[in-house]
């Protein structure tokens, strides 16, 4: 604990660090909103205090729990009557997210949460091991990004368990990748991924410069490559010209061979579309080809997807499925 009745702790810390900047101190703000008159403990993170309830914190959390179980040392002077607790490494703003849960400010507000929610109060709660809030956006997260095909299905069209806006997508997408890589949540890396290349502008545009770690940059990209170049291993090989898959059943050779050379042509100008190779089948498709050779091509189409799901993760130089969720921090 560090306090002081002059002046804020981070300024006398900072002076202690290094003498040079005591011509340019930190200013130390409250915060508006969660500054409590009859609160009986101030957490200083970065230039912004709170003052909270330690029973509060201690309810949530057993590591302030067990931090306010000791005693004070007998001269440690206090502020307003209160211990100043200074938490380096913290960021300001993830504590405000995770305080706007713990103190809600309407009743059944908290619908879905943003990215940036997700990610604060997920830190936070590791960090701290309030259990309750770390399951639970752990669940948010995995729902959003699961490690089954079918669990995939339910959320592929649109964000289910975490608000983001379409153009925020990609975006979106990065900073889970960051928060699963700085966290150690590794079953959600695969489809983070993958949901950034789906969108197009995830690879093309500035998206991929948010990431942390420049090796996953590259990852990304060679990941995209490698989605596009090998079409003819992805549900799109019903499309490939030596594709090797018999059309016995086809009731207009002709035609059914030209509609499939058309819609290849067409994938293969948009090269976004190739890569999704978890895309789901297009109804549109089944109106240019026979009955025969649409119910042939379906087969193909769904084999190869349920194929490029279970090898999604290497697809990122990542491990398989079971390892990635044995590998989670929960």
Not at 51 to 62: A, D, F, G, V
Not at 146 to 172: E, H, M, R, Y
Not at 234 to 248: C, E, F, H, Q, R
Request: overall charge negative.
């Amino acid at each position: 604990m560090s306090t002081s009745d002059s002046e804020p702790p981070a300024k006398r810390q900072r002076r202690d660090m290094d003498e040079d900047e005591d011509d340019h101190p930190l200013i130390i703000h409250r915060s508006n909103d969660y500054w409590f008159e009859d609160g009986n403990v101030i957490l200083q993170v970065q230039q912004t205090q709170f003052r909270l309830s330690k029973s509060i914190l201690s309810m949530h959390s057993p590591i302030f729990r067990d931090m306010f179980s000791l005693s004070l040392p007998e001269n440690e002077p206090l502020c307003e009557g209160c211990p100043v607790v200074v938490l380096p490494g913290d960021a300001s703003e993830d504590w405000e997210h995770l305080l706007g849960v713990i103190f809600p400010k309407d009743c059944f507000a908290f619908g879905d949460p943003h990215v940036d929610q997700v990610s604060a109060i997920l830190r936070l709660s590791k960090k701290y091991d309030l259990a309750g809030f770390r399951k639970h956006c752990v669940e948010r997260l995995k729902a959003e990004f699961p490690t089954k095909l079918l669990q995939f299905d339910n959320v592929i069209k649109s964000w289910t368990n975490i608000c983001v806006n379409d153009d925020d997508g990609p975006k979106a997408c990065v900073q889970v990748v960051n928060l699963a890589r700085e966290l150690g949540l590794y079953s959600i890396l695969p489809t983070a991924f993958y949901n950034l290349i789906h969108y197009s502008e995830g690879i093309h545009g500035d998206s991929l410069v948010m990431m942390t770690d420049k090796e996953d940059r590259r990852v990304s990209l060679e990941a995209y490559i490698k989605m596009v170049r090998s079409y003819t291993n992805t549900p799109l090989k019903w499309l490939a010209p030596k594709s090797g898959i018999s059309w016995d059943a086809c009731t207009s050779p002709s035609r059914c061979s030209s509609e499939r050379k058309e819609i290849l042509i067409e994938l293969l100008s948009q090269s976004d579309k190739v890569a999704s190779i978890l895309r789901v089948w297009n109804n549109q498709w089944d109106t240019r080809m026979c009955e025969g050779c649409v119910t042939k091509a379906q087969e193909v189409f769904e084999t190869a997807r349920k194929d490029c799901w279970e090898k999604l993760p290497s697809y990122f130089g990542l491990e398989d499925w079971e390892t990635l969720q044995k590998m989670d921090f929960e």
